[in-house]
């Protein structure tokens, strides 16, 4: 098993089911309230621990209750959190809002999930590891991890997620050899002039499956057809089995097949976290290729 870092954000998710996301002014009722550990980084790290990697968390929590049951159940689930560091104050808190159809509207509080530094793991750890995830965090701390880990010729991936076009990721973006964007995302790198070539750039597109673009060469995969209950997490899920894919050594075509299945399990269940399995996942993919 190989030794996959994932850096980012480590947050603690109160999701409310209702059954419409309500206007401006109006009111929905509320028919389900779920509570679990969420955050993009120790998502990918929960799916990576199930798909047999060794996924080692660098992340921050407060040093309060909820902190400690983040703690306690990314450990429970596989996880190093060796390198989970609790800092003064509260860990950060997601309200994520889902309605009939898994369309997801998200709330945050602050926190202290970029309380973290690049120096909070030591260089032989990163040099131990066969890959870098980067997930949202500070854009100084996402280019020092990076100059880590080529210092190491450790390869490196990052998914910058829904505030790429409001923080300064250009040159984590540009320096890394994955990046993966929604739809959205990709519009504004693409704007930005941040992708370079050589780069592998996977686009997903939710119930439309995804596609990788590498040196002028494209390849999709159509995903799956399931009933959507959450949506909340499913990116972070395809991330974890395309990187535990790869790790595994897969084909890009075979990585995209097996990012979709995570992805499709992840939306039929409420929560960001997701507990997969190969079993699981073949259960998929076995007749998609």
Same mark, same amino acid.
């Given at each position: 098993?190989?030794?996959?870092?994932?850096?980012?954000?480590?947050?603690?998710?109160?999701?409310?089911?209702?059954?419409?996301?309500?206007?401006?002014?109006?009111?929905?009722?509320?028919?389900?309230?779920?509570?679990?550990?969420?955050?993009?980084?120790?998502?990918?790290?929960?799916?990576?621990?199930?798909?047999?990697?060794?996924?080692?968390?660098?992340?921050?929590?407060?040093?309060?209750?909820?902190?400690? /049951? #983040?703690?306690?159940?990314?450990? $429970?689930?596989? =996880?190093?959190?060796?390198?989970?560091?609790?800092? !003064?104050? %509260?860990? +950060?808190?997601?309200? /994520? #809002?889902?309605?009939?159809?898994? $369309?997801?509207? =998200?709330?945050?509080?602050?926190?202290?999930?970029? !309380?973290? %530094?690049? +120096?909070?793991?030591?260089?032989?750890?990163?040099?131990?590891?066969?890959?870098?995830?980067?997930?949202?965090?500070?854009?100084?701390? !996402?280019?020092?991890?990076?100059?880590?880990?080529?210092?190491?010729?450790?390869?490196?991936?990052?998914?910058?997620?829904?505030?790429?076009?409001?923080?300064?990721?250009?040159?984590?973006?540009?320096?890394?050899?994955?990046?993966?964007?929604?739809?959205?995302?990709?519009?504004?790198?693409?704007?930005?002039?941040?992708?370079?070539?050589?780069?592998?750039?996977?686009?997903?597109?939710?119930?439309?499956?995804?596609?990788?673009?590498?040196?002028?060469?494209?390849?999709?995969?159509?995903?799956?057809?399931?009933?959507?209950?959450?949506?909340?997490?499913?990116?972070?899920?395809?991330?974890?089995?395309?990187?535990?894919?790869?790790?595994?050594?897969?084909?890009?075509?075979?990585?995209?097949?097996?990012?979709?299945?995570?992805?499709?399990?992840?939306?039929?269940?409420?929560?960001?976290?997701?507990?997969?399995?190969?079993?699981?996942?073949?259960?998929?993919?076995?007749?998609?290729?």
């Amino acid at each position: 098993m190989s030794q996959i870092v994932c850096a980012g954000h480590v947050n603690w998710d109160v999701t409310l089911q209702v059954d419409t996301l309500p206007p401006p002014d109006g009111e929905a009722a509320v028919e389900r309230r779920f509570q679990a550990g969420g955050g993009s980084a120790s998502n990918t790290a929960a799916v990576l621990a199930g798909l047999d990697c060794r996924p080692l968390l660098l992340g921050s929590v407060g040093s309060n209750e909820t902190g400690e /049951l #983040v703690r306690r159940e990314l450990e $429970q689930a596989g =996880v190093d959190c060796t390198y989970l560091i609790q800092v !003064a104050g %509260d860990t +950060t808190v997601k309200y /994520l #809002v889902v309605d009939g159809d898994g $369309q997801v509207m =998200v709330l945050s509080s602050e926190g202290v999930n970029e !309380a973290f %530094d690049a +120096t909070d793991i030591p260089a032989k750890t990163v040099a131990e590891s066969s890959h870098l995830h980067l997930t949202g965090q500070e854009p100084e701390t !996402a280019e020092k991890l990076i100059e880590r880990a080529h210092e190491q010729d450790i390869s490196v991936s990052f998914d910058p997620g829904r505030r790429v076009d409001s923080r300064a990721y250009g040159p984590s973006i540009s320096a890394v050899d994955t990046v993966f964007l929604n739809a959205r995302e990709m519009a504004v790198a693409r704007e930005k002039g941040v992708l370079r070539s050589g780069q592998c750039i996977v686009t997903k597109r939710g119930g439309d499956g995804a596609a990788l673009y590498q040196d002028g060469e494209t390849i999709s995969h159509p995903g799956f057809s399931v009933d959507v209950i959450d949506t909340t997490g499913a990116g972070d899920a395809f991330a974890g089995g395309f990187l535990a894919a790869r790790d595994a050594g897969f084909s890009l075509d075979e990585a995209l097949a097996v990012g979709n299945a995570c992805g499709a399990i992840a939306v039929q269940s409420v929560g960001a976290r997701t507990t997969l399995s190969w079993e699981r996942v073949a259960e998929y993919v076995e007749n998609s290729l």
